[in-house]
């Protein structure tokens, strides 16, 4: 049973644009939301957070809202470069350190 | 600092045989953690090891199991494979205190991509 859920598998972007990643979960008991970034061959690396607490995070181009009475988040980036293009990753933080993972949404940034 | 590592990075096994992957944490990283990635089920988390004890664990069958070093090194065992098992494992290191991962500081290594035929 998937907890967080990634619907869109891929999203195009042209760049200078804003780039909007989705994100739906179904446990209201998740306390910690995060987003991580992807290239091919490496490891996610960790890119922005926020707690249940909150409603917006932002870190530079980077901003994440929570919508908990929705159970959404979303990553918006702006403005987009070639460089964002990347798979992104929700994650979940649930009781102890288990994280749950979406899908995933593959980025493309055209130039 | 030097980051997570994973070997071996490729890997062909056959049905029924077993596989034991290896990560060695960042330096000073406690805590080490497995994940299974798979397309359309993205990372599926396997366990968390902290000071060799494993701490949390996923929903996976008995056939997959960890264990950790004294160094924080970590394996990871899968028996009696199948063909299912094909997936990129994944494991990320952390300081190990609870605070510390919802801040992001989990790093991930480059992965061990598995394929059972």
């Known amino acids: 049973d998937q907890q967080v859920k990634q619907n869109s598998p891929s999203l195009s972007v042209q760049e200078g644009r804003i780039s909007i990643l989705n994100c739906d979960y179904t446990?209201?008991?998740?306390?910690?939301f995060l987003w991580y970034k992807k290239y091919p061959a490496e490891g996610p690396t960790f890119l922005i957070s926020?707690?249940?607490?909150?409603d917006k995070n932002e870190d530079g181009r980077f901003t994440v809202f929570l919508n908990k009475s929705a159970k959404h988040l979303s990553l918006h980036i702006v403005p987009s470069q070639p460089g964002d293009s990347a798979v992104y990753f929700c994650?979940?933080?649930?009781?102890?350190?288990?994280?749950?993972f979406g899908t995933g949404t593959s980025l493309t940034v055209i130039p | 600092k030097a980051g997570v590592t994973q070997t071996p990075r490729y890997l062909i096994k056959t049905r029924g045989q077993q596989v034991t992957l290896s990560c060695s944490p960042i330096?000073?990283?406690?805590?080490v953690s497995w994940y299974q990635q798979t397309p359309g089920q993205g990372l599926q988390f396997l366990f968390e090891?902290?000071?060799?004890?494993?701490?949390n664990k996923g929903n996976f069958p008995g056939r997959f199991s960890g264990r950790q070093f004294s160094n924080s090194r970590s394996e990871m065992n899968v028996s009696t494979l199948e063909l299912g098992d094909s997936a990129l494992y994944l494991c990320?290191?952390?300081?190990?205190?609870?605070?510390?991962?919802?801040?992001?500081?989990?790093?991930f290594g480059p992965g061990t991509r598995l394929t059972v035929l």
């Open positions: 994650a979940a933080k649930g009781t102890g350190n288990q994280f749950y």
């Open positions: 990320a290191s952390s300081l190990g205190s609870r605070g510390a991962l919802v801040q992001g500081e989990q790093f």
């Open positions: 446990n209201s008991m998740f306390d910690y």
């Open positions: 926020i707690s249940s607490i909150k």
């Open positions: 090891y902290f000071s060799e004890t494993q701490r």
């Open positions: 330096s000073g990283h406690r805590s």
